[in-house]
């Protein structure tokens, strides 16, 4: 079943380029209905325009107000003045024809390079990837994330690890970021409902495999924080969260953060806004939760090592089923509130593993295989051993500690939408 469009959805307007008489009416007609055979979603198609000399560009003056993106058919050689005119509206721009037949969207692509938001496409399959692309820069570019505890030093911290801090994540990726002060957090969480705690506290033990050290008061003050976030990303129209800590009576949010990650609301651990950027990114790119991790390596198995507290239940799809848990203590750490759980990966399982460099002008990608997934006592609670090509060039040429995997190879995709919005890729 295709993914229908929302008012949010990508908005994409057809446009033909050809002299009067030179196709037939209903070529532009049959080209859409093929499109629309052809995608795996659903975009909005607006519509379609055709333009026969440079004047009649006007046309597109009042549409393109609400235009993601134009698909551009070019079926003849010529009017390479048209399709300056039509680039200048800055919108990003996919040439096409029919399946095969490529010569002519060159001859347009001509008079744009190098524009970084225009694409020849060979074949519909071409044009559902780009088309997905711009959807999920859409989506990005419309995500708000709620900062818990931002008047914490811990926040702080690690916000300074962005150069240029909010304006530069604004600038790059259009994101928008709003704060919150413990005092209301450390409140909310206080006066939480204690039946709806419990409710789903009851669930979350029904649901584990087994149940080791945390016990059931450890569950209802993770369950409440949980409530709280639920909670305040509604009121708030945030779509990710991360949250500061401290020294105060709030847990520490690990399954919390499982549980949201499962849902869809992109979650990272000890406030790190460099993580949970990487990890919007790959849950709109790939559509499935990610996992963070501190960084290790082991060059003997060829390999690097991930090791935290989060992972997600259902690393295969927010459409597939949830792994088995087991529900533990937080690192080999007993304290009230201290709840994360082992979830197994699956070895033998591609992934995409990746970080945004601290200047938002790079993202480090590369392409692994689970080796092994285990709960060991001297590393967190989930660690994962995948191996890579080239672990020791991988450790010299990323940016920091934590990384973030999805389960696929989104390499390309990555590569793609990293040009889109003006980053390096460096990849291993």
């Not at 995409?352 to 997934?373: F, P, V």
Request: aromatic share 8%; with cysteine.
């Amino acid at each position: 079943m295709k993914e229908s469009f929302s008012s949010d959805s990508l908005k994409v307007l057809p446009v033909l380029i050809c002299r009067k008489e030179e196709v037939k009416k209903e070529f532009l007609e049959k080209r859409i209905e093929q499109l629309k055979d052809n995608l795996t979603f659903e975009p909005q198609l607006l519509k379609a325009v055709i333009i026969n000399e440079e004047g009649d560009v006007s046309f597109l003056e009042k549409p393109v107000e609400k235009v993601d993106v134009v698909l551009l058919y070019k079926p003849h050689l010529g009017l390479g003045n048209c399709v300056v005119k039509i680039s200048e509206y800055g919108l990003p721009m996919i040439l096409f024809n029919e399946e095969g037949k490529v010569n002519n969207p060159l001859d347009a692509l001509e008079y744009v390079y190098p524009g970084k938001k225009v694409w020849v496409a060979v074949n519909y399959s071409d044009i559902d990837f780009y088309l997905r692309l711009l959807s999920v820069k859409k989506e990005i570019e419309h995500t708000k994330i709620l900062v818990l505890n931002a008047d914490y030093l811990h926040w702080e911290k690690f916000l300074c690890r962005v150069l240029g801090g909010l304006e530069a994540i604004k600038e790059r990726f259009g994101i928008d970021l709003e704060y919150m002060e413990s005092e209301e957090v450390i409140g909310r969480w206080k006066s939480m409902d204690e039946e709806r705690a419990r409710l789903i506290a009851k669930k979350w033990m029904k649901e584990a495999e087994r149940v080791v050290e945390p016990s059931e008061k450890d569950l209802l003050a993770v369950a409440r924080l949980y409530l709280v976030m639920k909670d305040l990303l509604k009121e708030r129209g945030a779509q990710a969260i991360t949250m500061a800590y401290s020294d105060d009576p709030l847990p520490v949010p690990c399954f919390a953060y499982t549980n949201l990650r499962d849902e869809g609301t992109p979650a990272a651990c000890e406030a790190d806004i460099i993580s949970l950027l990487s990890m919007i990114i790959l849950h709109y790119v790939a559509n499935k939760p990610c996992f963070m991790g501190n960084t290790f390596v082991d060059l003997n198995d060829e390999a690097i090592i991930l090791s935290h507290c989060v992972c997600p239940r259902k690393m295969k799809g927010y459409n597939a089923g949830a792994a088995p848990y087991v529900l533990r203590s937080y690192h080999k750490e007993k304290f009230a509130g201290s709840l994360t759980a082992f979830v197994k990966m699956d070895t033998d399982q591609e992934v995409t593993i990746c970080r945004l460099g601290g200047d938002l002008k790079t993202m480090l990608i590369t392409k692994g295989k689970i080796m092994s997934c285990e709960d060991l006592e001297d590393y967190c609670r989930v660690t994962v051993k995948i191996k890579i090509d080239d672990p020791k060039g991988f450790i010299h040429k990323t940016s920091g500690n934590h990384h973030v995997m999805v389960y696929g190879d989104f390499r390309e995709q990555l590569r793609e939408l990293n040009r889109i919005f003006g980053l390096t890729t460096v990849e291993i």
